[in-house]
């Protein structure tokens, strides 16, 4: 007997090692025989495949596994969380169903510690309902470092209280029920402060400024800048996509083809003629072709600047009729509006009846702008009714109605299907689980065009104090009599 006893007090103390050693050797276990099984697998099944065939098995196979690798973080994180919270009431259970006969009677004392754990496990619960129950805003091509420590760490905690249990109050069927019960109370307090290092990882941590950002759109060039704290590269890359759908403009294509419409007009503005019937070899341009375009080069800036400047009047032309025919639609609702006071209630129209009444007198001015700033597309008939009807409801003015239509808003303020933009690839060299760098640079890649993220270091601020003496404020005024002062 006091052999055994002295192999579980041997067991008791080593056992945080052995339970380490395990884990390790199991996950390199999985990681090997997962990768070993795959390997063999497809070199069994697709001998003789192409290189086509082979990108196109790995994209089958990435399809298959979206849904797992979505939805495996939440099934491990719900059965750790559930493990947790059900383990404290397991320690007070278990010793009251299997030797209810043989513990000591509970007091006053102890059944204070039951009222503790019942309000810090509700405080738990809610706790855990608001800091990881939330819909999830993305997802990201790798596991969150912090999440996964965190769930790491609450297995390994309740492992060691569930190992302590066994050995030494399940085992020897300890009396104590007071000391079983202050030990559950001891792992609810555990759980807490595990919780509040969460939210110091999670929520606290990238609260403070730390780096500086700059996110620049590939085809017009579009810029913001942007402070950001201590983040991973695709955290990092999660809050900067959420800063462009609010700040930055929609993106629109139809203007960036201006300047190949203007080079394809260049070309299609010289003319060759062939005088002496000699024809270009090799499909090579001719020398007079050379020397046409060297000769227009020169006054490209001319043609690009007159270009620009009757652009600018054709705009400003359309803005000037949108502008009076809004005013005019908005004056004629007023006054039919005013007419409507002295109706009878049948005849008086609905305010979306009203906007569709309306809507064609400055439909035909609305078309020519758009197609002029080459944003018609941005816009369907659908939406601006709508969006008519909302201003005459609000009662709002022709300017606020005009301001959705006459500078571009953000992405965020149209459809999703306006965005074109509804996957987003995160190209980086470094690891994107690994920390924001001074220098560090990564790419936004979607389908039309790139977000180039740099980042640069906050520099540290040295602010320094000079006293001003009071005194050295002071002066004196000297007045002569012969002045007129």
């Known amino acids: 007997m006091s052999e055994g006893v002295r192999d579980c007090e041997t067991f008791g103390k080593h056992w945080p090692i052995a339970i380490y050693i395990l884990l390790v050797y199991l996950i390199f276990y999985l990681k090997t025989n997962l990768r070993c099984c ?28 979206q849904g797992f690798r979505r939805y495996l973080p939440l099934a491990v994180g719900s059965v750790v969380g559930l493990l947790m919270l059900l383990t404290p009431l397991a320690f007070v259970l278990l010793p009251a169903v299997l030797w209810p006969d043989r ?63 066994g050995v030494r ?31 110091v990882l999670l929520e606290l941590r990238h609260i403070k400024p730390c780096y500086s950002v700059c996110v620049i759109r590939s085809t017009d060039g579009e810029t913001r800048h942007y402070n950001i704290g201590q983040l991973s590269i695709q955290k990092a890359a999660l809050t900067i996509l959420e800063y462009y759908y609010r700040d930055f403009p929609l993106h629109n294509p139809a203007l960036l083809s201006a300047s190949k419409h203007r080079a394809a007009k260049h070309l299609a503005g010289l003319k060759v003629y062939n005088v002496d019937g000699a024809q270009p070899g090799n499909g090579n341009p001719s020398r007079a072709m050379v020397t046409a375009s060297a000769k227009r080069k020169d006054s490209a800036h001319n043609e690009l600047y007159y270009e620009e400047a009757d652009y600018e009047r054709r ?46 007198s400055m439909a035909r001015a609305l078309q020519k702008y758009l197609r002029t700033t080459r944003r018609q597309h941005c816009h369907s008939m659908e ?47 470094a690891s994107v689980t690994s920390g924001l760098k001074d220098g560090s640079e990564f790419l936004l890649r979607c389908l039309d065009f790139n977000l180039a993220v740099t980042v640069k270091s906050i520099p540290y601020i040295r602010v320094t104090e000079e006293f001003i003496d009071p005194k050295s404020h002071k002066f004196l005024l000297l007045l002569q009599s012969e002045t007129s002062v």
């Open 315 to 360: 705009v400003r032309k359309r803005r000037a009729r949108l502008v009076v025919a809004v005013e005019e639609a908005f004056t004629h609702v007023r006054r039919m509006k005013k007419e409507d006071e002295r109706a009878t209630p049948s005849d008086i129209m609905d305010v979306r009846e009203a906007a569709l009444a309306v809507f064609p």
């Open 103 to 165: 513990l000591e009677a509970c007091g006053a004392a102890c059944e204070g510690l039951f009222l503790s754990i019942s309000f810090k496990l509700l405080i738990l619960l809610v706790a855990v309902w608001a800091l990881f129950l939330r819909p999830s805003r993305a997802r990201l091509p790798r596991v969150c470092v912090y999440r996964a420590f965190l769930i790491t760490l609450t297995l390994l905690l309740t492992m060691s209280y569930w190992l302590f249990f």
């Open 383 to 429: 939406s601006i009714q709508k969006h008519l009807a909302f201003c005459l409801i609000n009662n709002m003015s022709p300017k606020a109605f005009l301001e959705t239509y006459l500078s571009p808003g953000p992405t965020l303020q149209y459809g999703p299907e306006r965005w074109m933009a509804d996957q987003w690839t995160l190209v980086s060299e």
């Open 38 to 65: 795959c390997f063999c697998y497809f070199s069994e099944q697709h001998e003789n495949i192409s290189q086509e065939e082979v990108v196109g098995l790995g994209k089958e196979v990435q399809d298959r596994t």
């Open 169 to 199: 109050i399940l085992d020897p069927q300890d009396e104590d029920y007071h000391g079983i019960v202050q030990f559950a109370v001891s792992l609810v307090d555990s759980q807490l402060f595990i919780h509040y290092l969460a939210v």
